[in-house]
């Protein structure tokens, strides 16, 4: 390779790098960031599901991520948050886990997490939208709960 | 000045194990990823965050023929059997199935990763091959200087996140982490050091070394003056993290990177051993086993005064503790000691040979 050549490829190879790392920084789970133990982070997911009753929403809470609903013909069919969330710490319901590369990217994961599991329950006739109530605590420090919700499209 | 730095030409024998280190690590990480693929669920078939477009995001079948691939590129690269364009295969597939889920997203993969592209366009086709002849001499070296960079935007990367964020530096990221260490350290050290990491000031403090760390390793390794203490400080550093933190193969990633700063030159130094000694023959014969660096030329001397005398760079001959620690300087496995000898031998003069 000619010199040229090889200073073109270091421009470029560290630019897009860089680039990543600047978008990284930004990002809230600090992807391409090599953000390291940025942050010690905890949180604790409660997820509810948002039913109709006597034309009110309710929110029900899901234990153990499992849940019976019935679909278009009334049958019963179940249902589970870790069919399709098998992702740490997103699958661990009801307890404290270690928000890995910190509170905000879990929760971006979550609020995705959410958007996702709502798309794959089209037979689920009774859930209108999925919510979680999320206990947070930041480098050791209580912090407020949050709530995140996907509506079911 | 650019222009020689990307036209220099050095010996590449360093370059070989630099290549071997990374495809054991990449084929370490390949056949976790293989394992996790045949035990669960594959990641496209469940809750994902791809960086490509969806539509990128191969079948499962399509994924296991990579993660094939990619295992077979470092098992190639390990031997030496087109050990570059094999290595370069392996780093190509390993980033492609990285982008497919943000999920799975460590910054030791991804740094182990593109690591190992660059490893894979130097010249680390010339030595520490079982199969072919190695092919001894100088080679262009442009890419390893890469290598290097890679190490040091990490480093930088890493401190400056930690230095603009308040809470890491005024320790309140670290306080919830020691008292995790806490039980521990009070059943099998004692209570007052447990008490210590309590302590919010300690908590601060500890902030304040791991930036300056960060930062130090960073700038550091790039100068010939500070690289060695420099070095020194990255081997303990990564050991803290590797025996306190879970953090997969980064501390073998960033240690084996270190291979990059090594001074390309070999058996500038020299050991004499005395060989009418038998602890100086088991001794020699153990150090040129672990100098797999080349960093020695290796004598037995007949009626040697000492039992060793190390000869530095510039010629210098040393004795006793010295030698010791210009042994230690440059052998990998006993590195960790150089620089309690250096500061043993801080006032000790240097004989002139």
Known sequence: MAPFARAAFVVAFFGLELAGIAWGQRAPDHVLGFQMFNETSRLTIHL????????????????????????????????????RVRYSPLDVLEKSVHARYGLAGQLFHLQAALDDVVRHIPDDESTRALVAKVDTMKNGAPGPQLQLRAEKP | MMDSWLSEERDAHVLGLLRVAFATLLLSLTLRLLRELSLGPYFGDVFHMPLLPESLVPTRQVYGLL???????????LLGVLARPALLLAALCGLYGFFCDRLQYHNNRYELLLLTFLVSLTPCDRSFCLFGSSRPGTAPRWAARLVGAQLAIVYLASS????ADADWRN????????????????????????????????????????ISSELFLALGLWFPATRALCLWLGVMFHVGIELTARVELFSYTMLSGYLAFVTPELRERSVSWNARSQAGQLLGWLCSRLDFLA???????????????????????????SAWRELARATPLLFPLWLPLRVLTWGERQERN
């Not at chain 2, 009070?186 to 007052?192: F, G, L, N, V």
């Open chain 1, 48 to 83: 509810f599901r948002e039913v109709e009753r006597n034309r009110k929403r309710v929110l029900l809470p899901v234990a153990d991520g499992r849940w019976k609903a019935p679909d278009a013909n009334g049958k019963l069919r179940d249902y589970a948050w870790q069919d």
């Open chain 2, 67 to 77: 993660l094939g691939c990619q295992a077979l590129g470092c098992v190639l690269a």
């Open chain 2, 160 to 163: 400056l996140g930690k230095l």
């Open chain 2, 171 to 210: 320790g309140a990221v670290l306080l919830p982490r020691f008292a995790l260490g806490q039980p521990f350290v009070a059943h099998y050290i004692s209570t007052s050091v447990a008490g210590l990491l309590a302590a919010p000031w300690f908590a601060h403090a500890a902030a304040v070394a791991a």
């Open chain 2, 295 to 321: 960093r020695f030329r290796h004598e037995q001397v007949d009626g040697q005064a000492t039992l060793m005398v190390a000869r530095d760079r510039s010629g210098l001959a040393h004795s006793g503790l």
